[in-house]
């Protein structure tokens, strides 16, 4: 749990000025290949593949922008 909320944490602040869900997802991908490149370990140890793993960030977004709606 605590390597999500370093991924979640980090992405949510890229991310909390999109509001578009093409720029959601775009930012989404490279806070994905990011976070893979500067905490590989923490990425490894989740044991997602980056496909699973884009896509957890894209629920998190959408959480995000149904919050601030």
Request: contains cysteine.
């Amino acid at each position: 749990m605590a390597i999500w909320r370093i991924y979640l944490t980090d992405s949510q602040q890229k991310m909390k000025s999109i509001t578009e869900p093409q720029g959601l997802l775009r930012e989404g991908t490279q806070a994905t290949r990011n976070f893979a490149r500067s905490h590989s370990a923490l990425y490894k140890v989740m044991g997602l593949k980056p496909r699973a793993f884009s896509a957890a960030l894209f629920n998190c977004a959408i959480l995000t922008l149904s919050k601030s709606a």
